[in-house]
């Protein structure tokens, strides 16, 4: 018995679907048909689903705000928070995975755009479908059907902060929000965390809403209930955004004074190779760690953009004759890098 619970646990959540559905299946014809210890033991099995149903549908009732989030790690943070704060029951939290910054956005709402999309990323970045059918509950398609599903009386926070990924899923969701009664909010990190130090310069050291310390993002989660609804006239502004935002073909997307800007894939293999040049300048052999040069960039680049995408076009400046490599390609801790003498990046 031990072993089939250890092997329930292994189980997708379409494949436990389909167990319980076929296991309903079992039981209503005992129910019908059986007889002595079958019925008595098909009539505790429906009568335990139908329970843990009206559990369901009263814990469901319960969450009055839906939060949308646009990453994984932030969400684990906002439920654990939540929780500290004792609101995690009255509130669902809902985050997708994938990083809007980088890859095709062209009709994302239908299953066509999400294939895709999804064979964009799988062609360049290592890893990429693993990873994304781990998450299936995740996936764009999921999630549109999900934010489908929120009810109208419930209020919706969308978080995220001054990044083109979390701009863009902002607009996203706006779009498929269009038309709804929902009461919605808008939680910026960037902008809390701006007014909460009283920050004149303007400072973009918190561009992400994961760069937040904990402290600060406890204090954000404390007042999202007061923060200003969305008026119609910045729903529409977002919605007519993310319309022109899915008509552009670029793979890139930068965020620069306040606004999304389109860039082309190589937008940042300049800063590539100039990180490389400074980080090889106390190597012996010229040669530096991929994972060193991928830390650099997210150290001194203020834009929030996926590791799997700057490692693509690593390879792509290998690929061209830029870069050297040596090592086993695979894994960022598996293999350095260094200048091609001679040859200079246009």
Known sequence: MEDAFERLSELSEGEVRVLLNDLLKLTTASTKQGDGEHKALADSVRHLYSKHVERAAEAEQRKRTVHIMFSLSDAGSLKV?????????????????????????NELVKAEGQRSRESWLSERFSGYLFNHHMNHEHKIGRMIERIAAIAGQKSIVIWCGDNAHEQVGLRFVMHLLKGRENEIRMMNGSLFYRNSLADAQGSNRYYALGLLEPELFLKMVECFEQAELLSEFDRQRYEAEWLELAQQKSKLRLWENGQIKHAAENELDKRLMDVIGKLTEDTDDGFVKAGAVVGEIWGSC???????????RLWTLISDGYLAFRGLPGAMHQYAVKLNSGRILA
């Open 81 to 105: 928070t939540l929780s500290k704060l004792g609101k995690r029951m009255e509130n669902e939290v809902l985050a997708f995975n994938d990083c809007f910054s980088t890859g095709p956005i």
């Open 302 to 312: 203020t834009q929030l953009i996926d590791y799997p995408f700057i490692e693509y």
